[in-house]
């Protein structure tokens, strides 16, 4: 398995973009491009992480609140079940469904027992599974960060923002309650070959891009035209870059980070 991480503690100068890649995956993390224009608690709260087995692909996107460690833990809780989510056994889309599902109720519980008086951070969360072994698509979301998902012929972005915002660390959650405050999707791979996930630095109004879906697909686009192996690489950081420019643009900033795999590399 080949994983690819970043915490927002790491990165704090402006401007300043941080980078980690291994064959097919890669993220990429930023302060931001200009300062921010809210109260916050830490320089960057964002999390990112990619990874890739030999029955699958994932990348995971936190944006914490009110402080980085929500963040890091929804993140860590991924990473330690990484192994079973790309290289693990074979099984139905509904079977997936239940660990995804059970994935986040995990990751709440954990940052909930994290809390302390000075410390109840929150985080939002988003998550996407490609399974080559089923030929499946797994996804959750809770929150305004993106997922976006393409093929050699179109981007697409799935689980789009919800109208009322939801986190982790809030107040625990049973099963149920989860699979009502969060968002799923279970669907055939297809032909797509690239996940891309991205914190809402890349889109917040008045901060971001005004299109997301169109800038990250023409940076899906332009990098298939990228050396085999480099390409997975290219689109993480060109998809923070692409947000610092708009920061600066718009002389206010946010964390920006995004978590790339790229199926057919190596």
Known sequence: MRTALLFGR?????????????????????????????????????????????????????DGHW??????????????????L?????????????DVLHLLVAANDAILKAHTEEQRSRTTFALALARSAEKLLVATSIGDSHLFVATPDATSEILQRPRKITVLGHER????????????????????????????GLSEKGIGVT??????????????????????????????????????ANRAGDNASAAVAWLEEP
């Open 10 to 62: 790491s990165q704090v100068e402006l401007t300043a973009v941080g980078e980690r890649s291994e064959e097919g995956v890669a993220v990429a993390l930023s302060r931001g491009g200009a300062p921010k224009p809210y109260a916050h608690t830490d320089p960057n709260e964002d999390a990112v992480l990619a990874a890739f087995g030999a029955r699958g692909a994932l990348v995971a996107v936190a």
């Open 67 to 84: 402080g980085v460690r929500a963040a890091e833990i929804a993140i860590e809780v991924v990473r330690d079940h990484a192994a079973d």
């Open 86 to 98: 790309v290289e693990g056994p074979e099984r139905s889309g509904d079977r997936w469904y239940q």
């Open 173 to 200: 959650w049973t099963p149920s309650q989860t699979e009502r405050m969060a968002r799923f999707d279970v669907r055939p791979l297809g032909a797509f070959d690239v996940l891309v996930a991205a914190s809402d």
């Open 211 to 248: 299109d997301p879906l169109a800038v990250v697909g023409g940076i899906v686009t332009a990098a298939r035209g990228a050396a085999r192996g480099e390409r997975a690489q290219r689109v993480a950081r060109d998809v923070v870059d692409a947000a610092l420019a708009a920061h600066q």
